[in-house]
C-alpha cells in the first residue's frame, strides 16, 4: 500500500544548528503537507506544497516539493527551543484526496 | 473560533468497560476525521465522514470499534468491549471539503486501559 517515509526518525541538535527532515512517498503526489506536533499536544497544519519543485518558505522555515513529487524535505535555519517536537508530512491516499497518510515523522530535540 | 473539541481529555478504564469517545468538529467544516496515535504504529486514519457520511472505515481495528456522526456538529468512537491494547491518543480533525485541505486537530482523548 502507500507509504509515506521519513527520517531521520529522531535528531538532537543544539540551539542555533540546523535541521533538516526528509519525506518519501511510495506514490507520487497530488500535494504534500507538513504538520508540527509538541511534546503532548495535537498535530497543527504548518504548510501545504501543490507545484513540482516548489519551494516555500516560513521565517526560519523551509519547505521543497521534490520534482517528481515524490518527495519533500523541511529545513530549519538556526534552530530554537521552541521548534521541539515531532514534524509529519502528508500526502493524500491514491484513492481519496481527502484522507491523508501521513509519515513516520521525524522528532526533533533542541538543547539550549 | 473554537476548535475541534474533544472529551474527555484523559480516560482510564478497565478492559472490557465499554468506551465513548465524543468529538465537536469546527462548525462548517464537511470532513470528520479520527485517528489513533501509538509509538508503535505512527498516527493511523481509523474513519472518516463527509457530510455525516461514513465514507471510509477500512482503518477501523476491528469490530469492537465503531463510529456515528448523528448531526454535523457531533461524532462519537466507541470501543466495545476494551482492551489494553486499544491504549493509544485518539485524534479527532475535521476539514472543509475541497481537494486536500488541511486538517484541523482536536487536543485528542488519552486514552489507559488496564
Known amino acids: 500500500g502507500q507509504q509515506v517515509m521519513q527520517i531521520p526518525q529522531y535528531q538532537h541538535v543544539q540551539e542555533g544548528e540546523d535541521f533538516t527532515t526528509y519525506c518519501n512517498s511510495s506514490?507520487?503526489?497530488?500535494?504534500i503537507q507538513w504538520y508540527k506536533q509538541r511534546p503532548g499536544g495535537h498535530p497543527v497544519f504548518l504548510i501545504q506544497?501543490?507545484?513540482?519543485?516548489e519551494v516555500k518558505k516560513q521565517k526560519r522555515l523551509t519547505f521543497q516539493f521534490g520534482e517528481a513529487k515524490k518527495n519533500s524535505s523541511l529545513h530549519i535555519t538556526a534552530t530554537q527551543t521552541t521548534d521541539v517536537g515531532t514534524y509529519f508530512c502528508?500526502?493524500?491516499?491514491?484513492?481519496?484526496?481527502?484522507?491523508?497518510?501521513f509519515g513516520t515523522g521525524t522528532r526533533l530535540l533542541v538543547s539550549p | 473560533d473554537a476548535g475541534v473539541i474533544q472529551s474527555p481529555r484523559h480516560e482510564v478504564t478497565e478492559m472490557g468497560q465499554e468506551v465513548t469517545l465524543r468529538c465537536k468538529p469546527i462548525?462548517?467544516?464537511?470532513?470528520l476525521f479520527w485517528y489513533r496515535q501509538t509509538m508503535m504504529r505512527g498516527l493511523e486514519l481509523l474513519i472518516y465522514?463527509?457530510?455525516?457520511?461514513?465514507?471510509?472505515d477500512s482503518g477501523m481495528p476491528e469490530d469492537r470499534f465503531s463510529a456515528k456522526m448523528p448531526n454535523a456538529s457531533f461524532s462519537t468512537l466507541k470501543i466495545q468491549p476494551s482492551e489494553p491494547r486499544d491504549s493509544a491518543v485518539y485524534f479527532c480533525?475535521?476539514?472543509?471539503?475541497?481537494?486536500?485541505?488541511?486538517?484541523?486537530f482536536g487536543d485528542g482523548t488519552r486514552l489507559s486501559i488496564l
Open positions: 480533525a475535521s476539514s472543509f471539503y475541497r481537494d486536500s485541505q488541511p486538517q484541523h
Open positions: 462548525s462548517g467544516h464537511d470532513y
Open positions: 502528508a500526502g493524500p491516499k491514491n484513492t481519496g484526496f481527502q484522507k491523508l497518510v
Open positions: 506514490t507520487t503526489l497530488s500535494n
Open positions: 506544497l501543490v507545484k513540482s519543485g
Open positions: 465522514f463527509n457530510n455525516n457520511v461514513p465514507i471510509d
